[in-house]
């Protein structure tokens, strides 16, 4: 079964551009979550949607969404880039919604620089 | 905001020595699970430990958890080098609003293991 698969892996941008970031989960997994992490914050969770739906929304602003499509795959949007959302942002999908044995699996991540 | 901070920050080992890590978190938690990270890669699942257990055993990993205290241990045993890598801490808990569960990451300890 294939793991989780982020795109692109590695992206730069300049501050004020928008950069659109895509997760396709493991096969027949329904949630997909969102992760930033930094030297600086380390692992800041972002936002997670299961069945197309935003379920819960970290601390980030506004200019950070996401949707996720009727296939599970999902994609986060950061508009209006600073130069602090340099940043590798992880993906990580699981079966259902968390739950009490519910893994997390990961993707490789996308490395962000914003020059 | 990062709920669990781990300790040490950093730990440098001889192979076939033993590594014990700690968690502590603040809040109440539905379980608690470590991960590993190797070099800005994506997380890989270890261990979930729920709220009524209080020790877990996987392989050379076992991993305590005592909720009086807020706190959690990961052991890993006869280290090899190719357990270099982060070691994450993760919470499960509610939300403040109580309708979504998150996974919130500890700091990290970087292990080196010394051939």
């Known amino acids: 079964k294939a793991g989780v698969t982020q795109t692109p892996r590695y992206l730069i941008k300049t501050r004020g551009q928008q950069v659109t970031l895509s997760c396709s989960p493991i096969?027949?997994?329904?949630?997909v979550s969102w992760y930033q992490q930094t030297p600086g914050q380390g692992l800041q969770f972002l936002f997670e949607?299961?069945?197309?739906?935003?379920?819960n929304k970290g601390n980030f602003p506004g200019r950070f969404s996401g949707r996720q499509f009727s296939n599970s795959r999902s994609e986060m949007n950061v508009s209006t880039l600073e130069l602090g959302d340099s940043a590798l942002y992880l993906c990580?999908?699981?079966?259902?919604?968390?739950?009490?044995?519910?893994?997390?699996?990961f993707g490789p991540g996308t490395r962000l620089t914003v020059l | 905001s990062q709920q669990g901070e781990e300790d040490p920050q950093a730990l440098s080992i001889q192979e076939g020595e033993n590594a014990t890590m700690n968690c502590s978190y603040k809040?109440?938690?539905?379980?608690l699970q470590w991960y590993r990270q190797n070099s800005g890669r994506g997380l890989v699942h270890l261990i979930l430990?729920?709220?009524?257990?209080r020790e877990k055993h996987s392989g050379r990993l076992r991993v305590t958890l005592d909720t009086s205290k807020k706190s959690s241990s990961l052991l890993i045993t006869a280290s090899r080098a190719a357990d270099t890598a982060s070691y994450f801490c993760?919470?499960?808990?509610?939300?403040?609003?109580?309708?979504?569960?998150?996974?919130?990451f500890g700091s990290g300890t970087q292990l080196t293991v010394l051939p």
């Open positions: 096969s027949g997994h329904r949630s």
């Open positions: 993760a919470t499960d808990a509610s939300s403040s609003s109580g309708s979504a569960r998150q996974l919130t």
């Open positions: 430990i729920r709220s009524n257990e």
């Open positions: 990580a999908s699981s079966l259902m919604i968390l739950a009490d044995d519910n893994e997390q699996f």
């Open positions: 949607y299961f069945s197309e739906t935003q379920r």
């Open positions: 809040t109440s938690i539905n379980n």
